[in-house]
């Protein structure tokens, strides 16, 4: 579902969207499940510390339920994380090739498919498959905060914010 009218604008400092009591994307690590996040990026700066968020449900440093996207600074590369509550990861801070995310002012159209029928992300850049990964399917635990936020430029517990465009996510 689309979150608004227009792109998102994010400063690098401040700026965060989050949508409370969104369940909706805690069914992504849900087991026999296949789920696509789809999202327009731009940005021209590089993370100002390690790494920022790009959007997510669950924070690199907390164990609840969740998904997290983020990038790497001055290489274009993105992190992704698959958790269950009790900080089981199916995906655990897989790293992309260099390139996913350039920091040259331009649009790019993203779609990350979890699809843990056959226990593969997949990474699509611009309708090009640009990178996959396998991981190991689970039976979720229950307890951990399955109602955290969905945040988009913003890493809650690190102060991690992302600087430049979100769109059509």
């Known amino acids: 579902a689309k979150l608004g009218s227009g792109a998102y604008s994010f400063n690098g400092s401040s700026s965060v969207v989050e949508v409370s009591g969104q369940t909706t994307f805690t069914e992504i690590n849900n087991p026999n499940q296949i789920s696509t996040i789809v999202f327009w990026y731009n940005s021209s700066s590089s993370p100002s510390s390690t790494y920022d968020k790009i ?17 790497y600074q ?36 993203y779609a990350i498919k979890f699809d843990d029928v056959a226990g593969k992300l997949s990474i699509y850049k611009d309708g090009s498959l640009f990178q996959e990964t ?32 979100i769109d059509d996510c």
Do not use: C
């Not at 698959?82 to 159209?109: E, M, R, S």
């Open 55 to 71: 959007m997510g449900t669950v924070d690199t440093s907390i164990s609840d339920r969740g998904f997290a996207i983020e990038r």
């Open 74 to 109: 001055g290489s274009g590369k993105g992190m992704f994380q698959l958790t269950q509550a009790g900080g089981n990861k199916a995906i655990n801070d897989f790293t992309t090739n260099t390139g996913l995310f350039p920091v040259d002012g331009n649009w790019y159209h």
């Open 134 to 165: 396998n991981y190991s399917s689970w039976t979720p635990v229950s307890g951990g905060n399955t109602q955290r936020p969905f945040q988009i430029g913003k890493e809650t517990s690190n102060s991690k914010w992302f600087n430049g465009q």
